[in-house]
């Protein structure tokens, strides 16, 4: 079947039962991980996805409960040839119920029908790719070499599924190497030679909760992608500017009139004041206000009580 754009075949993939994508929207640099580091309980199970090596090393080393990130396990192929893989690894850390931390690339090539996130709570550490396309062979070609001798069916969304023929006896001999996707689900066939791997809305919802930290999430594709599925998910962003501005307006060291609130001898708006603030970069004007604050506590922001201000 041939799409006549990635909308239209996003849309033929139906609609899950999903549970609420959770993203938190802040800027880098704001301390979303170092508060998610913090945040852990020691009763809950969690599967904490990164970009980076180095985010792992230091998930391990700061958590407040203790991390494994999947050691590469031994397998024998279809051929009998011994082979290693991090999903090997990963498979007994999920058997063991370990809280887990691993990269995008690793939690990418997870087959979710083989991995049970049940009882996990997801926590992804930036947006990554959802929906991946290249040239693949000819519709004529797949035709002729995959549905025809029996290695390969299409159902009416484009999904390759692959035979008992195909698994059998592997991708030798074929210039496009489309078993390994196929086999996780995530193949499918849009028309004109023209393939997509999409990772599997399961991943998302197949779990006890999922978490998206990261910014802008609105205007992601990753956001894009769940929206054209039909799964739900929510933005919580945390505004520390506005937040004082609220702060201060409620101790009444900010005057304000109705929706207006006094500022540099205006009455603004509070979304102005904060686009103000946010535009000189000097925050040292509004902090300044806060009860307790002074210059020398300025200089030292570790002794400040945050409990009085």
């Keep these: 079947m041939t799409y006549l754009n990635q909308e239209v075949f996003l849309e033929a993939l139906g609609v899950p039962t999903a549970n609420t994508v959770q993203f938190t929207d802040r800027a880098c640099g704001s301390g979303k991980t170092s508060e998610l580091l913090k945040s852990f309980k020691r009763n809950d199970k969690y599967f904490v996805v990164v970009p980076t090596r180095a985010e792992i090393d230091r998930v391990i080393s700061d958590a407040v409960v203790s991390f ?26 999920i058997e063991d119920g370990e809280n887990i931390v691993c990269t995008h690339a690793l939690f990418d090539k997870v087959n979710i029908n083989e991995f049970a996130l049940d009882d996990y ?6 947006v990554f790719d959802c929906v991946k396309g290249f040239s693949g062979p000819s519709d004529k070609l797949f035709e002729e070499h995959w549905v025809a001798n029996g290695y390969a069916t299409l159902d009416q969304t484009g999904k390759v599924i692959p035979t008992d023929k195909w698994l059998s006896e592997g991708d030798e001999g074929f210039k496009h190497k489309l078993l390994p996707d196929a086999k996780r689900g995530r193949l499918h066939r849009s028309g004109n030679g023209f393939f997509v791997t999409v990772v599997p809305v399961e991943l998302f919802t197949s779990n006890r909760s999922c978490t998206v930290m990261t910014y802008l999430a609105e205007g992601s594709l990753m956001a894009m992608y769940l929206r054209k599925l039909g799964v739900p998910y929510e933005i919580s962003k945390f505004d520390a500017i506005g937040s004082v501005v609220d702060h201060l307006k409620d101790l009444k060291i900010l005057k304000s009139s109705g929706a207006r609130i006094e500022w540099d001898g205006k009455n603004l708006y509070r979304d102005d004041i904060v686009k103000r603030i946010e535009t000189s970069g000097d925050l040292e004007q509004l902090y300044k206000l806060l009860p307790g604050w002074s210059d020398e506590l300025h200089s030292n922001p570790t002794t400040i009580n945050w409990n009085t201000v």
């Design 68 to 93: 494994d990130t999947p050691d590469e396990g031994s397998y024998q192929d279809e051929g009998g040839v011994k082979r290693s893989s991090l999903l090997m690894g990963l498979s007994e850390l």
């Design 121 to 126: 709570n997801v926590i992804i550490d930036e």
